[in-house]
């Protein structure tokens, strides 16, 4: 089955560049990943500081090993410290 992933970043002021970065170089490899479906990286249009990803995976195993791949760690390593909330990444499954 599937998995639906919901990220959010909210950056700290004057992080919002730096998130963005981060955020927007990882998805490129991410994309292609084998077990990655889709991704996409946004940003509000009413907060230039909060972020979201979206990705679908083809299952909980892909996204488990994107996890634990060098651009995804590096990019948690650079982000982590400059949101103003824990990390905030929901796994989910459509019902409608």
């Known amino acids: 089955m599937e998995l639906y992933i919901f ?21 490129v490899p991410t994309r292609g990943e084998p077990g990655c479906v889709r991704g996409q990286v946004y940003r509000s249009i009413r907060d230039p500081g909060l972020f979201f990803v979206h990705s679908v995976w083809k299952d909980e195993s892909a996204f488990e090993l994107h ?26 499954e459509p019902i409608g």
Do not use: N, W, Y
């Open 7 to 27: 990220a959010r970043f909210h950056a700290k002021p004057g992080h919002e560049g730096t998130v963005s970065k981060a955020l927007t170089e990882c998805i």
């Open 67 to 92: 996890a634990t791949l060098p651009h995804t760690v590096r990019m948690l390593g650079i982000v982590e410290p400059l949101i103003d909330h824990p990390l905030d990444v929901s796994r989910t």
